[in-house]
């Protein structure tokens, strides 16, 4: 029994040639995006809160109606006084005391710019303050929750 002959052309075949792989390429950029995302998802995070969370946080809150209705820190800064941004925060949370903030805001007015140091606590109708200490544009101390000038203070110590 003899084969039949093909009909048609004899069948092509294919050379396979290993096709060239990125799997390093891939790997490298998967591990630096899994190593970089937590750093830009924090300062993704700490750009909005200072720039949008500390309008919206309590103890700055009460430090702002403060100054803006307290009679000495419109004397030393002049009216109005603005809240021109946030230099150092720390906060700080224990079982059984509670949280405590302290924060030093950098002010303005037109007498000149100032800072406000503040330290509160979570109290139980919300933050209280325990601290206010205004710092005027002669370096000179006032302590805005006693409404008195700190020792070493500035021009109107006397006038208080």
């Not at 899994?34 to 969370?53: D, N």
């Not at 820190?73 to 009216?79: E, F, I, N, S």
């Not at 139980?124 to 002669?138: N, R």
Request: charged share 15%; hydrophobic share 40%.
């Amino acid at each position: 029994m003899a084969m039949p002959s093909p009909s048609g052309p004899p069948p092509q075949y294919q050379v396979l040639i290993p096709r060239r792989s990125n799997g390093c390429l891939w790997g490298c950029v998967a591990v630096f995006l899994v190593m970089t995302l937590p750093l830009v998802l924090a300062g993704g995070y700490w750009a909005w809160f200072f720039y949008q969370g500390y309008r919206h946080d309590p103890a700055v809150r009460l430090a702002r109606e403060l100054v803006e209705r307290d009679g000495l820190a419109r004397q030393v800064l002049g009216t109005p006084i603005t809240i021109s941004g946030v230099e150092g925060n720390a906060w700080s949370w224990m079982p059984g005391v509670g949280q405590t903030n302290s924060a030093i805001l950098s002010l303005y007015g037109p007498r000149g710019d100032g800072t406000l140091e503040i330290h509160s606590h979570a109290g139980p109708g919300g933050p209280q303050l325990d601290e206010a200490t205004l710092t005027g544009p002669d370096g000179a101390r006032y302590d805005l929750l006693h409404h008195r000038a700190l020792p070493g203070g500035g021009d109107l110590g006397d006038t208080i």
